[in-house]
């Protein structure tokens, strides 16, 4: 592998790790993903910094958290000063290329990206915005129970159109690196939307599981959810409507469908990396932006910190650089931007500065120690306050100040059924301390309110009059493409085959 690898990021939206097989899963069907772990180091207690779509990603971005940048909730503007692993990579002389999901919000849809091949699944505008001083009046534009109760088969969707898009022009722009000619290493981020609700999926992925191999939730809802888990309750609908068991496992059912496809598409990259003689040198990472509750605790999608929500998969491959296998300690989102510039040749803390909330995982990759610690933040639906979290050791404590505290021992109880903090409450109290040395939770709890104030007044203007769209149009000059009057036509076709005739 030379000094500066191609780095090949594949990023899935709401896979939560424990669905795949890599992390224990004995259901679900993913025979490339598997492939792939068996020859990668495997975070197994990999976290995102934030349970939802945008917060994350910006956060795994810029290797801050979502406090730091304003990344608020799924209509936040995700700011252009702010740098990105993109910027860094291309001041270090990388090409990079985004293909597909990201949500950025605002007028800057690239973010360092030098091409972007896709538009975006999800609006770039401020409509989305929560009202935190409303919590009573709930989104109509928010997830709601019609994703389970309405489950199934289906031939196309709007996810099956987009990701199918994402990978073509991905697996393509692949084979154009290879014939091209520009030498520089490349970074490229292919993030798909499945198996993100709605629940829906083709037979083909769907027929690859029976009824009856489905699992159902195994951790019942509480006689009395605590106080957030009840807001997530109202504000998701999820007592709108009766869901029966069948409609479950349906949900189920199609999101193991959707997984399987996820690894199809990812295992289609792999297979045009390796036909473009470029898989030698090149780091491939799987990530996903934060897991699926899937029905535990009679909660569905994410929006917490509960294990199924906020934990998610992390593979490196990199075998002519590290040795494969597991680690076990606590990282996050946020530690990939210094760990991409390192492995860019790069050291990240000359090159990055103080500002970065992220540890590098290159100790972690070499075996060499590492830091076991993550933060987390939630600041958006189903929230009326900060809620933070901080996962160290065996323990994971969650602080909201309008919230009852939360303190779990997962190495003695993995499902978080035993709330230490209500069974000896004098035992968070160095937690609670640390929580509100790091954040200024008064402080920050007056910005979120004000941001989603502003950008309310913004979003209902720009609805008056002529519409100017932030959404991202692609770029695909016809002039420029297959066979023009002006190009040398036996120079184009020797070109433009691949591999090249001698």
Not at 228 to 257: F, I, K, M, N, T
Not at 302 to 324: D, Q, S, W, Y
Not at 330 to 349: C, F, H, M, N, R
Not at 449 to 470: D, E, K, N
Request: proline letters at 8%.
């Amino acid at each position: 592998m030379g000094a500066r690898p191609n780095l090949l990021i594949l990023m899935a939206d709401q896979l939560r790790a424990a669905a795949l097989p890599a992390y224990g899963n004995r259901i679900a069907r993913t025979p490339h993903l598997d492939r792939l772990a068996d020859h990668s180091v495997v975070f197994r207690s990999a976290y995102c910094n934030s349970p939802l779509c945008a917060p994350s990603r910006f956060s795994f971005m810029a290797g801050r958290l979502p406090s730091a940048i304003g990344a608020y909730d799924n209509a936040a503007e995700f700011p252009a000063q702010v740098p990105t692993f993109a910027h860094y990579l291309r001041l270090a002389g990388y090409r990079t290329l985004l293909s597909g999901k990201m949500h950025f919000c605002g007028p800057d849809q690239l973010h360092g990206f030098e091409e972007r091949l896709t538009t975006d699944i999800y609006p770039a505008d401020f409509g989305w915005t929560p009202d935190w001083l409303n919590f009573e009046a709930r989104p109509s534009w928010y997830h709601n129970l019609d994703s389970v109760t309405q489950a199934g088969l289906c031939l196309r969707s709007n996810q099956l159109d987009f990701d199918d898009e994402v990978v073509f022009r991905a697996r393509r722009a692949l084979f154009d690196i290879a014939r091209g000619r520009d030498r520089r290493p490349f970074c490229m981020l292919v993030s798909l939307t499945h198996p993100h609700d709605p629940f829906a999926i083709r037979a083909e992925y769907w027929d690859r599981y029976a009824d009856d191999e489905i699992d159902m939730p195994r951790i019942a809802p509480p006689a009395v959810p605590d106080p957030h888990s009840q807001r997530l309750r109202h504000v998701c609908a999820l007592d709108a409507q009766p869901v029966s068991e069948a409609q479950v496992r349906a949900a189920r059912h199609a999101y193991y469908g959707a997984v399987s496809y996820v690894d199809e598409q990812f295992g289609a990259l792999l297979t045009a990396l390796g036909e473009a003689r470029l898989a030698s040198d090149t780091i491939v990472l799987v990530i996903a932006d934060h897991g699926e509750m899937l029905g535990e605790r009679g909660l569905w999608y994410k929006m917490n910190f509960f294990e199924p929500a906020c934990r998610v998969p992390l593979l490196i491959h990199a075998p002519g650089h590290f040795t494969p296998g597991t680690v076990d300690a606590s990282v996050s989102l946020i530690d990939l931007l210094p760990t991409l510039v390192e492995l860019a040749g790069a050291d990240s803390a000359r090159v990055c500065g103080p500002d970065l909330d992220g540890r590098s995982l290159v100790p972690h990759l070499g075996r060499r120690g590492g830091h076991d610690e993550v933060l987390g933040e939630y600041l958006a639906e189903g929230a009326i306050a900060p809620i933070v979290m901080i996962r160290r050791g065996h323990h994971k404590f969650i602080h909201c100040p309008a919230d009852p505290d939360q303190l779990y021992d997962l190495a003695r109880d993995p499902d978080e059924l035993e709330n230490l903090a209500s069974a000896a409450p004098a035992t968070p109290s160095s937690w609670r301390t640390e929580a509100q040395q790091r954040w200024s939770l008064p402080a920050l709890h007056a910005e979120v309110i004000a941001s989603q104030r502003r950008r309310r007044l913004v979003a209902a203007a720009h609805a008056l009059g002529r519409r100017v769209a932030w959404d991202y149009q692609p770029e695909f000059p016809a002039s420029e493409q297959y066979i023009r009057n002006y190009m040398a036509l036996d120079d184009l076709e020797a070109a433009a085959r691949f591999p090249r005739l001698p």
